[in-house]
């Protein structure tokens, strides 16, 4: 069994920022990135911190706003649209969820396409659907299939069962894994919770990709021996014995899987660390797109 670390592949995806941020900054150009916080929650204050941090060690222009839980939708519209006029900023994103008061579509909507690097954005979605390479996809998935394509992992005519539907993984990553070209070619499945006989669904793929959302949900019984299972899920759960009262784990049941796999991702340590990692290739090839270089 293979483990497929993410951080070594997130950091050549590093080198390759790097080496592109030295080449647009002797041409007079520095990719800017902005993100933006409303409201107080932890862990969103822990990823966007991330994010500003890996921005500044790059080299890359990174302003953070953070906006009180009050922010009203049409101050929030209001800086998106101060954003989008700002020729120093590239890349625009608004860190979800947000407070219950805001209306999450609306905001996305208003972000010009050009500087969605989330890819969320419905133009953005669109030309993912139309193979169009002037968009850009969602980092997760992005991430997701960059793994597949480092770790030398054939995908072209391999059946991929994605468990999960969400934007922002499992319909991402299925546009993704259907195209045409390299780390893709792939037949696709995508289950969700509506799915019937699922075991005997994911049992089918050479590639499982579990985007759930649910601890330990993918046991040794949904995968079929020589399969690659990619976990994508995120899941505290309580554990006493860690300072912080809870650790990670994936949405596969890591131990009872990995024996009969041809490779697979930890949690954490995994797809997590990739995310960040396409949102920095995102952000530099907008800002390519936008001044023409
Ligand atoms: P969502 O809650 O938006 O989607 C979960 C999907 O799983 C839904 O399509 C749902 O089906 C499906 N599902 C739920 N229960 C079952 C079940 N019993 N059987 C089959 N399918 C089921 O989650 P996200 O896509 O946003 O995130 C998924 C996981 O990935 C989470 O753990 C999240 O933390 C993690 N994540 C990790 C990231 C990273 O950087 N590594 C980034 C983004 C997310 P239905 O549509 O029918 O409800």
């Known amino acids: 069994m293979k483990l497929i670390k993410g951080e070594p592949i997130a950091e050549a995806v590093y080198e390759d920022c790097r080496r592109e941020i030295a080449e647009l900054q002797s041409a007079g150009v520095t990719p800017g990135l902005a993100v933006v ?36 939708q049409a101050e929030l519209i209001a800086l998106i649209d101060e954003l989008n006029a700002d020729e120093s900023i590239h890349g625009i994103l608004v860190q979800m969820p947000l407070p219950d008061h ?36 969602p980092c997760t998935p992005a991430g997701c299939q960059r793994m597949l394509i480092e770790s030398e992992l054939e995908t072209e005519g391999k059946h991929v069962v994605i468990v999960g539907r969400s934007l922002l993984v499992g319909k991402t990553l299925a546009l993704l894994m259907m195209a045409k070209g390299k780390g893709a070619n792939s037949t696709v499945t995508v289950a969700h919770s509506r799915t019937k006989d699922l075991e005997e669904v994911t049992r089918e793929a050479d590639i499982l990709v579990a985007a759930i959302g649910r601890p ?10 020589g399969a690659v299972v990619i976990d994508v899920g995120i899941n505290r759960v309580d554990d006493a014995t860690k300072k912080r009262g809870y650790r990670l784990v994936g949405d596969v049941d890591f131990d009872a899987v990995a024996d009969k796999c041809e490779a697979i991702t930890p949690v954490p340590g995994g797809v997590g660390k990739m995310t960040i990692a396409m949102l920095m290739a995102n952000t530099i090839r907008a800002c390519r797109l936008a001044k023409g270089v």
């Open 102 to 137: 805001l209306n999450e579509d609306e905001v996305i909507m208003r972000i010009s396409p050009a500087k969605d690097v989330d890819g969320l954005h419905p133009v953005n979605v669109g030309k993912l659907a139309m193979e169009d390479p002037t968009g850009f996809a």
């Open 37 to 72: 916080l409303v409201g107080e929650d932890p862990a969103s204050k822990a990823y966007v911190g991330a994010k500003d941090r890996k921005c500044q060690e790059l080299g890359l222009h990174s302003v953070k706003i953070e906006k009180p839980e009050s922010l009203s």
């Open 216 to 225: 330990c949900f993918i046991g040794a019984n949904h995968v079929k021996d």
